[in-house]
DNA sequence: TTATCATATAATGATATACTTATATATACA
DNA sequence: TGTATATATAAGTATATCATTATATGATAA
């Protein structure tokens, strides 16, 4: 077998646990391809803002997905150097592309962009 | 990229969540390489017969395992014919093998055999 | 400063989840 | 038959989860 990282069950079903909510899951694809900061979330999912910010709160936890303050704006991104981002990526491998939600901030002005 | 079904967001978080269980992931990883039989769980898990059912129930309704009579015992397999196997697959190649516990189970002589 | 915008946290409530115990069903065997 | 064994289902309960509303924090801009 090819050399794989093989990872703890306890840590795998908590891992899985948390990628197993349609919102954190969405989150963690779109996020696999462009960074976004909480109100664009709040806008793509049309969620509250509260929601949002509890729901990245435990991708952070677990150091999924890391912080960076811009300005007033904190944005997301991936955590590519987590010991278990082979498997996230596989997952997210078999998840298609969210490009639509993106466009459609885009279209409505709503993306953010920090120079 | 190399040709991968992708599946829709609903069902692989509905699926993620039910491998988000400990004990569901490490059903899913033994069936894997063995067929085993309810009464098996329960001594693997040392879970109460209701529960180890409970779980298999779960995994049935989305027809991740099959099940078949074998006398008086139900045997349970993987579905690899599941249109989602391939996502099944690469996340239970990241995980360990559970070797210890079938090891276990025929060393006390718990093992069942249907010839 | 003070007001505003972006985000986080706290408290609360509804629903989902994972056990438990009790009971039903189905096969095997004497 | 009748009893034992393997499994499933039902009902109940404790806890977890995910949303909401209200409030706090922190940065920017007037």
């Given at each position: 077998?090819?050399?794989?990282?093989?990872i703890d069950m306890q840590r795998?079903?908590?891992?899985?646990?948390?990628?197993?909510?349609?919102?954190?899951?969405?989150?963690?694809?779109?996020?696999?391809?462009?960074?976004?900061?909480?109100?664009?979330?709040?806008?793509?999912?049309?969620?509250?803002?509260?929601?949002?910010?509890?729901?990245?709160?435990?991708?952070?936890?677990?150091?999924?997905?890391?912080?960076?303050?811009?300005?007033?704006?904190?944005?997301?991104?991936?955590?590519?150097?987590?010991?278990?981002?082979?498997?996230?990526?596989?997952?997210?491998?078999?998840?298609?592309?969210?490009?639509?939600?993106?466009?459609?901030?885009?279209?409505?002005?709503?993306?953010?962009?920090?120079?």
């Open positions: 077998m090819i050399e794989t990282e093989l795998a079903s908590q891992l899985l646990k948390l990628l197993g909510d349609k919102t954190r899951l969405t989150m963690m694809k779109l996020l696999q391809s462009h960074e976004c900061c909480v109100c664009e979330f709040v806008e793509i999912f049309n969620m509250s803002q509260p929601a949002i910010s509890q729901h990245l709160r435990k991708l952070k936890d677990i150091e999924l997905v890391k912080e960076q303050r811009k300005g007033q704006w904190i944005f997301y991104s991936i955590n590519k150097g987590h010991e278990d981002y082979p498997l996230i990526q596989s997952i997210l491998g078999h998840l298609p592309e969210q490009k639509d939600s993106i466009a459609e901030l885009e279209a409505q002005g709503l993306r953010i962009c920090c120079k």
